[in-house]
């Protein structure tokens, strides 16, 4: 069940999202890639801004926080969004733990 409050959405309980450590999100029209790695969740557009492909069976870096794209090899920061080779970004959302759900904040 999704509730929404001032864009903040739940995403669901925060242990079923530690296990399966990729999920994905749908809001509206977006899908959210989110990650549980290095003890912490991040939470980034499943759509590359190269050619719009998924994410979210990129490879990560778990010591830099990067993901690569699988199709051509574009990696971006997982806190920041940006591209490490070009000016492309992705959307990149601020996440709250609130009584054991995740919530995010659906910006843009
Ligand atoms: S679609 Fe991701 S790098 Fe080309």
């Keep these: 069940m999704t509730n929404t409050l001032d864009h903040w959405v739940s995403v669901g309980p925060i242990n079923r999202l530690k296990r399966e450590k990729r999920s994905i999100f749908r809001f509206q029209q977006k899908q959210v890639l989110l990650l549980w790695m290095n003890e912490q969740f991040f939470a980034i557009d499943n759509k590359c801004p190269h050619q719009g492909f998924p994410l979210e069976s990129g490879s990560i870096d778990f010591e830099n926080f990067n993901i690569t794209c699988p199709y051509h090899n574009w990696s971006f920061d997982l806190i920041s969004g940006k ?5 492309a970004c992705l959307s990149a959302y601020p996440l709250e733990i609130r009584e054991g759900n995740l919530w995010i904040q659906m910006t843009g």
Excluded: V
């Design 83 to 87: 591209c490490l080779f070009n000016t």
